[in-house]
Every structure is written in C-alpha cells, then in structure tokens.
C-alpha cells in the first residue's frame, strides 16, 4: 500500500518552454503532497507543500511563478516548470500522504534536464 | 533553525562491521525523527522513524534530546546495506513537511 508514482522519470526540454510533472498516489487519498529538488550529490530541499483544493504553500526561496503547483484531486498533484532554464535542471521528487501519518511515499522522482 | 546535519559523506566498513551513521539536529520544539534509506536506482523509503522505537533490518536509533542526536546503528553491516542513508527531521503541528540531511552513503565491502 502507499505506492506513490512520479511521471515522467526523465524530460529533456529546450529552455524557455515549460515542463509539467505528475506525482499519484495509486492506492489512497492524498491530501497533502510535497515536492522537493535534489541537486547532485546534494540533499533533497523541500520545494512546496501542496494541498488539495487549496493554493501551495511554498518555502522560502522558491519562485511560485515559476513552479507551479496544482492539487485538484486527492490522487494528483503536479508540479510545473514554467520558462524553464538550464539552472532549473535538477531531481523533482514528490512524496505524499495523508494529513496525520507521518512516513511519507516518495516517487521515484524526475530528472529534468534543460538544454 | 531547524537543520540536520550528517557528518560523514561517505562511511566504508566491513561486512560484519558495527554500523553507526550520525545525525545530529536542530529544532527548537519537539521534533519526529526519521532515517530513509536509498538503495542503487531505487527511490528513497523510509527506514524508522522514533516514535515507532523499532527494529528493521537489524537497524536501530535513539533519539537523545540531550545530544540533539539520532544515530543509525547496526552491530552487524551486510552487503546488501550498501546504500545512501538521509536522517530526516518533522517538526511539531504534524505537517508532514521533512526537512533533510545532507546524507551518508554506507559502502559495505566484503
């Protein structure tokens, strides 16, 4: 149970278009989903928080018009990369669960790579 | 602010070894400690947490709020340990929000 899936695994984009991530939870409901980034050989950072039916909340630092998040279902939030750029290149996981249960699934995460 | 910090990029030991990756935080309240483990080409899942005070995989950790610590041991290292550890940190209001370590890769060698 908890299986959450991350589509696409890998996306390479030309800079300037926009790329969109899907992250699911396959078997329940989630309400709160959270993206994070992963730089080489660096520790994931929490992006945003996201919570179905209601806007983001996004950590300091992070550019919400840049990223932007959608949780219009409690199956599916996605995360995309608009006007992307080489420096927006990087690890996009996502991890979801339920509000209350700690031990969140993560995704098997996205590379993008931005040319 | 809340951090965690894991000290040791990289720890090598041998199969049979004792284990112990540490972490360290910082939170002013009362924090949920967390150790997710990654294996080669395979997403990261959790390994504890403390409030379960369990044993997996013949992995251990305690939390001391004294030392601020909560290190990951093992008495006996397998091969099959081999992988990158991240001590995670979630702090109090149950947001679910985990705040990461830098991370150890654990190279077991037989």
């Known amino acids: 149970g908890a299986v959450v899936s991350q589509h696409p695994s890998w996306v390479i984009c030309k800079s300037g278009t926009s790329v969109k991530i899907e992250c699911r939870s396959l078997?329940?409901?989630?309400?709160?989903m959270f993206w994070y980034r992963q730089f080489p050989k660096q520790s994931l950072m929490l992006m945003a928080t996201?919570?179905?039916?209601?806007?983001?909340?996004?950590e300091q630092g992070v550019e919400k018009d840049k990223f932007l998040i959608n949780h219009a279902s409690l199956t599916l939030s996605t995360l995309t990369v608009t006007s992307a750029h080489p420096e927006d290149s990087s690890f996009y996981i996502c991890?979801?669960?339920?509000?209350?249960?700690?031990?969140?699934?993560f995704g098997s995460g996205t590379r993008l790579t931005v040319v | 602010a809340q951090r965690v910090t894991q000290p040791e990029k990289l720890l090598s030991v041998f199969k049979g070894a004792p284990v112990e990756l540490k972490c360290n935080y910082s939170?002013?309240?009362?924090?949920?400690l967390f150790w997710y483990v990654q294996y080669s080409r395979q997403r990261l899942q959790l390994l504890l947490r403390h409030i379960s005070r369990e044993s997996i995989k013949g992995f251990t950790a305690d939390l001391n709020k004294g030392e601020t610590s909560f290190h990951l041991k093992k008495p006996f290292a397998q091969e099959e340990d081999s992988a990158m550890y991240y001590c995670?940190?979630?702090?109090?209001?149950?947001?679910?929000?985990?705040?990461f370590g830098q991370g150890t890769t654990l190279q077991v060698k037989p």
């Open positions: 939170y002013s309240g009362s924090p949920e």
């Open positions: 078997d329940f409901q989630a309400t709160t």
């Open positions: 996201s919570n179905e039916g209601s806007k983001a909340t996004y």
């Open positions: 995670a940190l979630s702090g109090s209001g149950n947001t679910g929000k985990l705040i």
């Open positions: 991890s979801a669960g339920l509000k209350y249960v700690y031990g969140y699934t």
